[in-house]
């Protein structure tokens, strides 16, 4: 799997890595923070999630069109890390309104804008290279495993720095109290019995319920303040490793202006005709690519909130030791132990490590699973989205070893098909909360009775969710940034780039905007909705397969 790369690649890797791990540690608690510190309905906060998501993946079009015009790749790379730097620093700061956030949701966005393009069209850079050409996919794969390695430990990141900061006030954290708390101080609450349970069950001392409610607002806002700063040093971690292992992707940063320069304008260019036609399949699946997105990030929405409100919040200890980092990591490295231990071709060497490996972590599972109660061990809403990229890691060398075991038997999908089969397989991951959300109520319902669900689902519902949209993530995705990077006219490699995270961000912004069909129908009608349109999707793009198949060879 990690054979006949460049180095550049490993590079590339852990920059998006020590980024991603912000991103996701920020976005794990977004939603969260912003309802809880102002009392925001899922309409609102939709909205304000979406126009985020929105400028994160629209902006690298600006960002492709300098890298590609003026700064090239590396340096605006770097400028765009600073520039992240600076935003997620100023959402770690306490006590600030929304208009200061919604600045620093603008410096996070064009940040992200200069980065986000440029570090994929580098990376395609590599593998123009005959030498490499043939593992592009698989290259982008392995890419992809940086983004998810990050994104899963963002969210435990983001639920201790939150835990803890809480601690240190006397408070525990509790999903329902922000929402009782905004209600009781907004004269909306009809029955204070809950909110006066979980006010008494603290050990901050208040003098009266409206005091309790202050004080918690002002804690939980301080805690996840506390989360996006952990986002603002990941930043340089991301900045130092790319700057410090320059030279093994220096001779990729290099733009199709700046190879004009250098080599006297004797490029081979292509013809107006092939750039129309790759341009235009280019906008073909991008405009496919939007519904999933659309679709996908629901993970940090009304998942989130499904997550929130109607999924238990206690499990068994069995059932916990998945949604702790002391207890899951170990046996995630012991796992990785038993594949050195056990593999085929490894060497001798390689099972002695296999084997020391999944001893100690065998130990250390032990000791922390032994932590756990038998029941009644509490679980967070945020901490659901560390499954999505823990399976990413996982599949990916599946996922990758299926797709060479078929191009060995000339039966490898083409990009586009992956990307058409990736729609099919979102359409059933949201067909499993279609069937978990038979028989409870509305969340207009649900708000009227003061936000507290009568019943309650398993966490294996949206595990079960995540699960399926992960192999669907993984035959789209990657597989994208692939296409576009071996389909993109060479003059526009950084704007192609941001062309599909343009694509992403009108997904993004239309997964905010449906926030108002969540707030007005059944739950089951919510998600059969994004069942339809991503089928509706697959159709489409099986239908113009062979003309996207064109433009790969044109």
Known sequence: ?????????????????????????????????????????TTQAGHVYGGFLFGIYFLPLLGGYIADNFLGYGKTIILGTIIMFAGYFLLAIPGTGEFFIYFALVIISLGTGFFKGNLQALVGNMYDD???SKVRDSAFNIFYMGINIGAFFAPSAARGMRNWILGMNGFTYDSAIPDLAHK?????LTDTAPLEQFAASQNAHFAQLGDFCNQYITSISQAYNAGFGVAAISMIASLLIFIGFRKYYKQADVTHKQQKAEHNANLIELTPKQTKDRLVALGLVFFVVMFFWMAFHQNGFTLTIFARDYTVSTVSQGTAIIFNLSTFLPLLIGILGLVLLFGKNNSSKAKIIGASVTLISAIVAYFTISRLLPDGNKISPEIFQQFNPIFIVFLTPIVIGFFSYMR????????PKKIGIGMMITAVGFLIMVLASQGLMSPSELASKGGVSDT??????????????????????PIGIS????????????????????????GNLMAGFIGPFWDKWE??????????????????????????????TS
Not at 184 to 188: I, Q
Not at 408 to 415: F, T, V
Not at 490 to 499: D, E, R, S, V, W
Request: with cysteine.
């Open 184 to 188: 009781y101080l907004n004269r909306t």
């Open 456 to 477: 309650l689902r398993s966490p294996y519902w949206l595990i079960s969710t995540y699960f399926t949209l992960t192999i669907a993530e993984l035959f789209l995705s």
């Open 408 to 415: 060995k038997k000339g039966k490898e999908p083409s990009s």
């Open 483 to 506: 296409f576009v990077s071996k389909v993109a006219p060479p003059q526009y490699k950084g704007l192609a780039q941001g062309g599909w995270f343009g694509a992403t961000a009108i």
């Open 130 to 132: 005959p030498k490499y």
């Open 1 to 41: 799997m990690f054979k006949g790369h460049p180095k550049g690649l490993y590079v590339a890797f852990f920059a998006n890595m020590g980024e991603r791990f912000g991103y996701y540690t920020m976005l794990a608690i977004f939603i969260l923070y912003i309802q809880s510190k102002f009392g925001w309905s």
């Open 523 to 552: 739950l089951w009608q919510f998600f059969l909705l994004l069942v339809c349109l991503t089928i509706l999707s697959a159709i489409f793009i099986f239908s113009i397969l062979k003309r996207l198949e064109r433009a790969t």
